[in-house]
């Protein structure tokens, strides 16, 4: 399960960090309002995690097995491009990403909350549970975030990637001076 040093281990090889979304960027809640459609809400730290992260240079990519419009603004707000929306096999997404980046599964994280994103787990070389995971998930993971979904555990990984490729300092650098 999770072991601080074995995902340290892990995230120094990383090039392609893949998240889930609804659990993961959000607390799990799928909100619907009369007139105005579905309501989410994200972390700020998470986005800027994911800038500093692309700016060390690892791809980026989005995996959910609903589709949302507001999923799509947000990302795109970000820059990240790649975006997969109503997949329910998500090991099948990993594989083209690998195949399009020319990747090795050690170069992969995924990031995840429930069932559906098993199957990308164990494909991926750094697999990792939201702190508010199913207990099945976060026994699969090899590490599990201290934060919960929606409230800072997206940055909590991008930190660790960073940390672990000792570009956290130079990445935060404007930020800090």
Known sequence: MSNIN???DRAGQISLAVFDVDGVFTDGSIIYSSGYGEIKIFHA???????????AGCNIAIVSSRE?????????????????QKQNNKANILIELM??????????AYTGDD???????????LAI???????LVKEAADWVTTNKGGEGAVREVCDLILK???KLDSVVKEYTS
């Open 99 to 108: 195949n399009k980046f020319k990747l090795e599964r050690s170069n992969i």
């Open 129 to 135: 549970a939201v702190a508010n995971a199913h207990p």
């Open 115 to 125: 069932l559906v994103d098993m199957s990308a787990m164990k494909l991926s070389g």
């Open 164 to 166: 672990a490729q000792s």
């Open 68 to 84: 949302s419009e507001i999923v799509t603004e947000r990302f795109r707000e970000l820059g990240i491009e790649e975006i997969h």
């Open 45 to 55: 730290h998470d986005g800027l995690g994911l800038k500093l992260l692309k700016k």
């Open 6 to 8: 074995n995902a340290i």
